[in-house]
């Protein structure tokens, strides 16, 4: 695998409201945040760009809510934040893709002529997912660092149910199988950009 130069990294929703395990349930892969940290580190030292993405739900009573504390970025996220040698970008968004956000995302990517992403964060089945699935479609080499993301169980229709780990294996296997993006490990990654 090879990661480019100029490949972004687009951290996904790492947002303090995601710790509010009464809201969320029950998370998976707790090692998540670390590799995160890593990756954001690996990229500011390399000078290549970091988007940090940050999710503003619109949903009454969301940890997640423009304004309230659970909106701002995890702590290891917000020390980071403008540390890097290379560009950095702010996303807002209140949907699931990144690419759906303010400002336009795929503008100021083809802007500086990126054609890679990087995708790690929270939730893997959910804005990962959904930002890795439309990266792939808008023609971009979408990698997603799957050991870099979590999610939480989650009830679906007709009382089915799948825990964290189901939901994020079969994000995996949908977007890697799919051909939406390859899934790799965080060292992998770190590996490759060297």
């Not at 995708?119 to 804005?127: S, Y």
């Not at 079969?170 to 899934?183: D, P, Q």
């Amino acid at each position: 695998m090879d990661i480019a130069q100029n490949a972004a990294l687009v951290v996904v929703d790492v947002q303090q409201g995601f710790e509010e395990a009464g809201y969320w349930g029950t998370r998976n892969n707790p090692s998540a945040d670390d590799n995160i940290a890593a990756l954001i580190d690996g990229w500011q030292a390399s000078g290549r760009p970091v988007v940090f993405v940050r999710h503003d739900s619109v949903t009454p009573g969301s940890p997640l809510r423009a304004g309230s504390e659970g909106n701002g970025f995890k702590e290891y996220v917000e020390r980071r934040r403008g540390k890097g040698g290379g560009a950095e970008l702010l996303v807002t968004k209140s949907v699931n893709s990144a690419f759906l956000g303010a400002p336009d995302l795929g503008a100021w990517l083809r802007d500086a002529g990126i054609s890679q992403i990087v995708v790690a964060g929270i939730q893997t089945n959910m804005c990962v997912e959904t930002t890795a699935r439309m990266g792939g479609n808008l023609g971009y080499e979408v990698v997603v660092a799957f050991d870099a993301t979590y999610t939480f169980g989650l009830e679906g229709p007709f009382g089915w149910r799948q825990s964290a780990d189901e939901l994020a294996r079969a994000t995996a296997v949908s977007l890697h199988g799919g051909g939406f993006a390859r899934v790799v490990t965080t060292e992998e990654v770190l590996r490759a950009a060297e």
